[in-house]
């Protein structure tokens, strides 16, 4: 199992900027695949962006296209999230997970290791 550190987040105004990080520890890092998903009071969790081992495969929900990109130091185990362009309906606790089991790189059930949270508030 992979333990996981979250940082970053903040309150940041609309079209502000911040970059989460997600410190990882265990040689297994390296050959995880990794996501990061949010969860906004009263919502379900959620998928937001996941990223292969070898940082080839990388998919996002359509809502952050454009706007988050996900990067990863393998070197340094550490999983990132840049989000520009933040909106309101970005507010959530963002979650980074691995140890990816499943199939489907977009649901939670599919990851077994996940961090704390880091809350990010978007305000208008």
């Known amino acids: 199992q992979v333990q996981l550190v979250e940082s970053g987040g903040g309150l940041v105004q609309a079209g502000g900027s911040l970059r989460l990080s997600c410190v990882a520890s265990?040689?297994?890092?390296?050959?995880?695949?990794m996501g990061w998903f949010r969860q906004a009071p009263g919502k379900e969790r959620e998928f937001v962006a996941t990223?292969?081992?070898?940082?080839?495969?990388?998919l996002y929900t359509d809502t952050v296209k454009g706007r988050f990109t996900i990067s990863r130091d393998n070197a340094k185990n550490t999983v990132y999230l840049q989000m520009n362009s933040l909106k309101p309906e970005d507010t959530a606790v963002y979650y980074c997970?691995?140890?990816?089991?499943?199939?489907?790189?977009?649901?939670?059930?599919?990851?077994?290791?996940w961090g704390q949270g880091t809350q990010v508030t978007v305000s208008s």
């Open positions: 997970a691995a140890d990816f089991k499943g199939m489907d790189r977009k649901s939670p059930l599919s990851y077994n290791s």
């Open positions: 265990g040689r297994t890092f390296a050959y995880s695949t």
């Open positions: 990223i292969s081992w070898g940082g080839t495969s990388i």
